[in-house]
């Protein structure tokens, strides 16, 4: 098949996921129980309370209320119970600024959080704090296109009937998996331009980063397929049926955190700690979503 007819996967993800009819920018509900998946802030409230003591721990140590940035706030529960877990006095001084691309998202944001500014970039965000806040975000990077990889010298192509074709690599991306490749696994390359577009203009306070993932070991171990999937109508699709009704399901991975380290602090962010949302909860079982989500806490210099 002639390789004119042949999509990169990471091309692929992004229109299914943000083009003109995609997952994300669509009005149809893709959360709770007439969507397709549901977020660890709708199932449980300590997240929530972890979070707002956090907050409040960062805006001790800046000696001032930093704006709040949320990036990918889903419904707008998380805000909301933040909002709701802060002592009055500070909740009043609350700034929240919300960082959306879906336009029925940020309808739903607004309804459980009349108060609040939103944008839909991060660098949109930054212009009105000055350069200064606490960015938090919980599964957010899970759903940037990714280029995957077979071994360190095909990548994956689809064609129209979204079936698989490996190609030579023309350009490798920034990673550290190539140098001790799984047999199969994903690369974020929108995340590393991402973070160099968008955190141009942070320069104080500190990054709280929620995802699922892991390293090399976590994320591959047994998972031939590499980690990406589907989700539609709370179900699990692994490839080749992830890839099929682009727009109406979600699509996404597991976050490689080394990655991600390495690309922030090659622009000056310095990694504070990095933990299990169990260990973040101060919960002794490490087992389940606890265990597999970890954070990240970051901040500038």
Known sequence: MPDALLTRFDHFMA???????GYYTDSSAILGPRGDFTTTPKLDGRLAKRISN????AWGRWGCSLPII??????????????RNLPYLKRKRLKYHFVEVSPSLARRQKELNPKGHWHTTLNEAL???SGRGLIISNEFFDAFPVRIFRSE????????SRQEHWLPIQ???????????????EVAESVHHWINRNLTLFQCGEILTIDYGGDQKENYHRRPLGTVRSYCHHMRFYPPEAYQNPGKQDLTFDVFFPDLMKWTEAIGLQTINYMTQATFLEKGNQL???GAFKVLHQKTP
């Open 15 to 21: 229109e299914a996921l943000y083009g003109p009819r």
């Open 54 to 57: 956090w907050i409040l721990e």
């Open 70 to 83: 949320e990036l990918g706030p889903g419904d707008g529960t998380l805000a909301h119970d933040l909002r």
């Open 127 to 129: 212009k009105e704090t």
């Open 153 to 160: 010298h095909e990548e994956l192509f689809l064609d129209d």
């Open 171 to 185: 350009k490798k991306p920034d990673s550290l998996l190539f140098d001790s490749p799984p047999t199969r696994f």
């Open 288 to 290: 389940g979503a606890d």
